[in-house]
Structure formats: C-alpha cells, structure tokens
T-cell receptor
C-alpha cells in the first residue's frame, strides 16, 4: 500500500485478555519494526523482521509478547495475558531493508493505542 | 550498550526565535537520522546524515553531523507554530535503531 497501515487504531481490553495488533507495511519493504511508545517517551524497540524471520527480538519485554510475519509482508504483534503496564501506543514501521543509503529509513504507521483496564 | 542522549528535553520559545537540539552518542555512528513527531501523531522521517561533518538544510532546518560522528544537531531558524512537536534522533548503527528521548518544542505565537 501507499503507507504503513495499522489496525486497530484503538483497542481497550481487560487485564488478562489476549490482544492482536496488525501491521501492513509499505509494499516492497522487506524490513518491519515494532516499537511501543508511552507518553513523553521515545519509541522503545520491540522486534525487527527482515523478510519472514525475526532478525532481532531482544526488545520484547517478556514471553507474553510474540510477533509473526509469515509471508514477509503483514505482521501481527500478539500479547497474551495483558497487564495494565502494557498500555501504550504500539508503532509499526517499515523500511526498504538491504544495504543502500535509505535501507533503514523508517516509515511509521499511525499506531495502535492499547489500553488495558 | 549504545546510548543516545538528546538535550534539551524540553524547549519553549517565542515564535520567531531560533531553536537547537543536540544528539550525543557514546559510540561512533555509521549514520544518524532525525524524525519529528507532532502531538498525537507518529514519527516522520526528516533526514539522514552519513558523512563526517555533513551539513544538510531543509528550508529553515539545518542538520549537522559531527566530525567524529558521535554527535549531531538540528537547528531551526525563526521558529513557527508549525514546528511544534518532539524531535528525535536515532542512531543507525544497527537495525535496532536506538532512539533518544527526544526534544519537545513548544512555540508561543
């Protein structure tokens, strides 16, 4: 697509529930990133995909968080047994990937605001 | 681990005044990127600097990469209310793209 699309834009859930957040990157972008951002903070890295594989998942806070990108395009961030501390805006970004000068220039989606009650 | 520090954290200026934010790294960077995030919005790419001592301009914005490739600055000349937002630098050493905390700019009309 023309931009990075994230759904849902807003999600309110109860503590303990399971949540899925979806990201549809720019067509042709091989690299995909998930970040989360709390108010007044910079984006906090969660995971980076190059193609279908998670090249770096060191930012995932614990094993309740998992992300997939089965066909190298759309990605889903999955959060199990949500906690109030998971409340944040979850940002997805994509980039061309590879080794050129613009390889890691990020285009962000509008984010998914998650509120855990 | 790699750290990126941005100063100041907040800046409040009168419209028409200049503004500068600084980004400092503990290690040498292969490149540095700057993004702007409007209130309630998402980060939007502004520029990437690659070469030592590089200076790039975008209208009233001037970006500079230090000679040692450990620091960078963004200078805005004659701020306008449309410049309001948070300016982030990120260090492009690796795919994790370490982000600073940003500098939040408020502009009084």
């Amino acid at each position: 697509g023309a931009g990075v699309s994230q759904t849902p834009s807003n999600k309110v859930t109860e503590k303990g529930k399971y949540v899925e957040l979806r990201c549809d990157p720019i067509s042709g972008h091989t690299a995909l990133y998930w970040y989360r951002q709390s108010l007044g903070q910079g984006p906090e890295f969660l995971i980076y995909f190059q193609g279908t594989g998670a090249a770096d998942d060191s930012g995932l806070p614990n094993d309740r968080f998992f992300a997939v990108r089965p066909e190298g395009s759309v990605s889903t961030l999955k959060i199990q047994r949500t906690e109030r501390g998971d409340s944040a805006v979850y940002l997805c970004a994509s980039s061309l990937g590879g080794s050129g000068s613009g390889a890691n220039v990020l285009t962000f989606g509008a984010g998914s605001r998650l509120t855990v009650l | 681990g790699q750290q990126v520090m941005q100063i100041p954290q907040y800046q409040h200026v009168q419209e028409g005044e200049d503004f500068t934010t600084y980004c400092n790294s503990s290690t040498t960077l292969s490149n540095i990127q700057w993004y702007k995030q409007r209130p309630g919005g998402h980060p939007v790419f502004l520029i990437q600097l690659v070469k030592s001592g590089e200076v790039k301009k975008q209208k009233r914005l001037t970006f500079q990469f230090g000679e040692a490739k450990k620091n960078s600055s963004l200078h805005i000349t004659a701020t306008q209310t449309t410049d309001v937002g948070t300016y982030f630098c990120n260090a492009g050493n690796n795919r994790k793209l370490i982000w600073g905390l940003g500098t939040s700019l408020a502009v009084n009309p």
